[in-house]
């Protein structure tokens, strides 16, 4: 007989991958993250044709063809608003969830994906490269919501043990999303004066199949529980998703951080900023989040058709090398979902953030040299390749996994608002920083990304624990004595009281 039965506390069951967490999984990551990806690189291919479209309009409202520094700032508008709405629609997260739940929102937020699908795909037929500019501001708003909620979603469905390697998915289907985008920009598919609008319109395709099918699976148990405090509906939920009856054990770990979290409410971001016992989780998502986007993975993808360009690869061979490194990607992405529990966070975060950084070096040396040695754009190649995989395993899909993690419930909201929009305003900040320093430094703006990789690697290093198979208290508790706050834990594993008023079996949480 184990201790937990002893004390007549009800055992735990390892989790497993049922039928409908898969499915509640796929059909969210493809009907949200994909399109955050893909429309990161729908616009790269048929760039050319686009800006005809941008000059063949102006002409005939004008009767004169457009200013060169008139359409590079169009152009630029229409690139640039994706990401500005991305970091408005991550403002929207916290109200959102806590209003309409995971699920809710997540249906409501393919509003913001049909609309502009709709937009983009009769821009030419209504000759209006506006409709196209605006149409970018609200599909960025879908993936800024998308990209923080889905990642909420599953990490509140997983059951502890499987929390990481479904907590990798929405960044799988990011990466899909970008190759999909990559395969349909050949200019024999849709990359072309013809297909370029139906190519901007499919966006919506995803939207559609979440609207249809997303309400046939449950909301997320803990929302029901915690937030809403339907604990029938959390159990149904718990029991659809886990695949048996018994789910005790784990609505009693809810119980328990439900109690422990009622003197609080539901934290705001000021209210967020303010807590003692959170101020180093708070640091940390920030840290990886602006890590994640000022890695120069963005850079590393503009230089990359130079690159290959130098290196010997055919003008029109370029979008097939594309595509391979986009199948690189997504190649590694799935690495990371079947190592993630085995190696654990930490070590992914560090393996990656090393390789990023020692791939910028390299790569920096490669493109100095490249037109003096013969055989050095092949290791420029190489260099890309390296850097994409480094990034593939760690700094781009565990950062999501980490930061819902990281918080319990009243604070998760707030937290993934706070990550969300550090994320978009680096990636804003990226685009539009980049092109200065590419051309004031050339290659040796590489360096610059590699000290952010490292400084980076240095904080992870120093303060991030790891996170895999833990339950959302044991985290609090691992950052307690950073924090300087004293959280106790009582037999078994289970919380005592904390030292407020009417609250049993708590968090006690006490500065010190």
Same mark, same amino acid.
Request: include cysteine; aromatic fraction near 10%; glycine fraction near 8%.
């Given at each position: ?5 002893? +004390?007549?506390?009800?055992k735990?069951?390892?989790g497993?991958l ?5 499915l509640a999984?796929? #059909?969210?990551a493809f ?7 893909y429309?990161?690189?729908?616009v790269?291919?048929p @760039?050319?044709f686009m800006?005809?479209f941008?000059n063949?309009?102006?002409l ?5 063809? !457009?200013?060169?520094?008139l359409?590079t700032?169009l152009?630029?508008l229409s690139? /640039? !608003?994706?990401p500005l709405g991305?970091?408005f629609g ?5 109200? +959102? ?7 809710g ?9 049909i609309a ?6 009769v821009?030419?037929?209504?000759k @209006?490269y506006e409709?196209?500019i605006? *149409?970018?501001?609200?599909v960025?708003i ?5 990209s ?5 979603y ?9 929390r990481? *390697?479904?907590?990798?998915i929405?960044?799988?289907?990011i990466t899909?999303g970008i190759? /999909? ?11 072309? @004066?013809?297909g370029?609008?139906l190519? &901007?319109?499919?966006t919506?395709i995803?939207a559609?199949?979440e609207l249809l ?6 909301e997320?148990?803990r929302? !029901?529980l915690?937030q809403r405090? %339907?604990?029938?509906t959390?159990k149904?939920a718990?029991q659809r998703?886990r695949?048996w009856? %018994? ?6 770990e809810m119980?328990l951080e %439900?109690?422990?979290e ?5 934290l705001s971001v000021?209210?967020?900023l /303010?807590?003692?016992s959170?101020?180093?989780q ?5 840290? =990886?989040? =602006? ?9 590393i $993808?503009?230089?990359?058709?130079s690159?290959?360009?130098t290196?010997g690869?055919?003008?029109?061979d ?6 391979g490194t986009g199948?690189?990607n997504?190649? =590694?992405?799935?690495?990371a ?6 190696s654990?966070?930490?070590?992914? &975060?560090?393996?990656?953030f090393?390789?990023?950084?020692v791939a ?5 040396v ?5 037109e003096s040695v013969?055989? =050095?754009?092949?290791?420029?190649i190489?260099?890309? #390749? ?9 700094? @781009?899909?565990i950062p999501?996994v980490?930061?819902a993690?990281?918080f319990?419930? /009243?604070a998760?909201?707030?937290?993934? !608002?706070?990550?969300?929009s550090v994320?978009?305003?680096?990636n804003f900040?990226?685009?539009?920083v980049?092109?200065?320093l590419e051309s004031?430094l050339g290659s $040796?703006?590489?360096i610059?990304f ?12 120093l303060?991030v624990?790891?996170?895999k198979?833990?339950?959302?208290l044991e985290?609090c508790?691992m950052?307690a004595?950073r924090n300087k706050v004293?959280?106790?834990l009582?037999d078994?594993?289970?919380p005592?009281k904390?030292?407020?008023e009417?609250l049993e %079996?708590a ?5 010190f």
């Amino acid at each position: 007989m184990t201790e937990n039965e002893e +004390l007549g506390k009800p055992k735990e069951r390892k989790g497993r991958l049922t039928v409908v967490l898969v499915l509640a999984t796929l #059909i969210s990551a493809f009907g949200s993250s994909f399109q955050y990806g893909y429309n990161v690189a729908v616009v790269n291919s048929p @760039s050319t044709f686009m800006q005809q479209f941008y000059n063949t309009t102006y002409l005939e409202r004008y009767g004169r063809p !457009m200013e060169k520094n008139l359409l590079t700032l169009l152009w630029s508008l229409s690139v /640039s !608003m994706y990401p500005l709405g991305g970091f408005f629609g991550s403002l929207m997260v916290a109200p +959102l969830v806590n209003k309409l739940g995971r699920k809710g929102t997540l249906l409501f937020n393919n509003i913001f994906s049909i609309a502009p699908a709709v937009m983009m795909g009769v821009s030419e037929i209504a000759k @209006s490269y506006e409709i196209i500019i605006v *149409a970018r501001f609200i599909v960025g708003i879908c993936a800024g919501l998308s990209s923080n909620v889905v990642p909420m979603y599953l990490g509140e469905l997983a059951p502890k043990n499987l929390r990481g *390697a479904l907590g990798i998915i929405p960044q799988l289907f990011i990466t899909i999303g970008i190759l /999909s985008a990559q395969v349909l920009g050949i200019r024999n598919i849709l990359g072309n @004066s013809t297909g370029w609008t139906l190519m &901007l319109g499919i966006t919506g395709i995803p939207a559609v199949v979440e609207l249809l099918l997303l309400p046939f699976f449950p909301e997320s148990p803990r929302y !029901m529980l915690i937030q809403r405090g %339907d604990e029938k509906t959390a159990k149904k939920a718990l029991q659809r998703l886990r695949g048996w009856e %018994d789910v005790d054990a784990e609505l009693s770990e809810m119980r328990l951080e %439900d109690q422990s979290e009622k003197a609080e409410g539901h934290l705001s971001v000021l209210s967020l900023l /303010s807590q003692r016992s959170l101020r180093w989780q708070l640091v940390s998502i920030i840290v =990886m989040n =602006m890590g994640q986007q000022l890695s120069g993975v963005n850079a590393i $993808y503009y230089y990359a058709d130079s690159i290959y360009s130098t290196a010997g690869v055919k003008q029109n061979d370029i979008q097939y090398v594309t595509v391979g490194t986009g199948a690189v990607n997504v190649f =590694m992405t799935i690495a990371a979902v079947f190592i993630v529990e085995a190696s654990g966070r930490r070590l992914l &975060l560090l393996c990656g953030f090393g390789i990023c950084c020692v791939a910028c070096v390299l790569l920096t040396v490669a493109l100095n040299f490249q037109e003096s040695v013969t055989w =050095m754009p092949y290791i420029s190649i190489i260099c890309v #390749i390296i850097y994409v995989i480094g990034h593939a395993i760690g700094p @781009s899909p565990i950062p999501y996994v980490v930061t819902a993690e990281m918080f319990r419930q /009243s604070a998760r909201p707030a937290a993934f !608002m706070v990550a969300g929009s550090v994320h978009w305003l680096s990636n804003f900040t990226v685009g539009l920083v980049f092109p200065f320093l590419e051309s004031g430094l050339g290659s $040796y703006s590489f360096i610059i990304f590699s000290f952010i990789c490292l400084v980076t690697l240095i904080y992870i290093w120093l303060v991030v624990p790891e996170t895999k198979n833990t339950t959302f208290l044991e985290i609090c508790q691992m950052f307690a004595k950073r924090n300087k706050v004293e959280i106790q834990l009582g037999d078994g594993g289970l919380p005592l009281k904390e030292n407020r008023e009417n609250l049993e %079996d708590a968090v006690k949480v006490t500065a010190f």
